[in-house]
């Protein structure tokens, strides 16, 4: 069971737009502490894909943007592409664990 | 641009201690800008912070694995390890060393190697 709640999964067709919530608790989203997202393709390490809640690094799509409201965050996919097909992660810190802590990862299928 | 390569066996006996290295390229691990960190992830399942070192040799550790963890740094070699003690089946996983840096006092993992898969088993 994670700390950081995220459905197991997800699915749009191309070009559709998707969303992929993350909800924390007290201690970590509802405490003030950042969200970001990581998107893992099949076989391979995690990327960052947003950071502090809203911010894209260098090379990531204007596709991609993310949201954190209370104790909760989202991450939103528009124009959905084939190659977006992966494992997305969100990851904040928890105060009362004392520890980075990441969701259990939604697979987003593009159909 | 940083990298960073994961290193060391892939089968450890239950009871023993697995020991893993990352090597960094690209950038040198005496930057008091990030800490380095220990990630792992089990097959088909989630990503679970393991611990953190500084260049100045501080470390923080997961309160769930703590009593078991050891991380390390050597400056010379530009690498960090882990050490996990006492592993059973449970501490199979790929096993990913990450480059982290603060955004506002948010730490992020910026950069990942590649992960190397440990198994535990007899």
């Known amino acids: 069971q994670s700390v950081l709640t995220q459905p197991p999964s997800v699915s749009g067709a191309p070009g559709q737009r998707v969303t992929i919530s993350c909800t924390g608790s007290s201690s970590n989203i509802g405490a003030g502490s950042d969200v970001h997202w990581y998107q893992q393709l099949p076989g391979t390490a995690p990327k960052l894909l947003i950071y502090?809640?809203?911010n894209r690094p260098s090379g990531v799509p204007d596709r991609f943007s993310g949201s954190k409201s209370g104790t909760s965050a989202s991450l939103a996919i528009s124009g959905l592409q084939a190659e977006d097909e992966a494992d997305y992660y969100c990851?904040?810190?928890?105060?009362?664990?004392?520890?980075?802590?990441f969701g259990g990862g939604t697979k987003l299928t593009v159909l | 641009q940083v990298q960073l390569q994961e290193s060391g066996p892939g089968l450890v006996k239950p009871s023993q201690t697995l020991s893993l290295t990352c090597t960094v390229s690209g950038g040198s691990i005496s930057s008091a800008t990030y800490y380095w960190s220990w990630i792992r992830q089990p097959a088909g399942k989630g990503l679970e912070w393991i611990g953190r070192?500084?260049?100045?040799?501080?470390?923080n550790y997961n309160p769930s694995l703590k009593s078991r963890v050891t991380i390390s740094v050597d400056t010379s070699k530009n690498q960090f390890s882990l050490n996990l003690s006492s592993v059973t089946a449970t501490d199979t996983a790929v096993y990913y060393c990450?480059?982290?840096?603060?955004?506002?006092?948010?730490?992020?993992?910026?950069?990942w190697g590649q992960g190397t898969l440990v198994t535990v088993s007899s």
């Open positions: 990851q904040s810190y928890d105060s009362s664990l004392s520890s980075w802590v």
């Open positions: 990450a480059r982290s840096r603060s955004y506002s006092g948010s730490y992020v993992f910026e950069y």
């Open positions: 070192i500084h260049t100045s040799g501080s470390t």
């Open positions: 502090v809640n809203t």
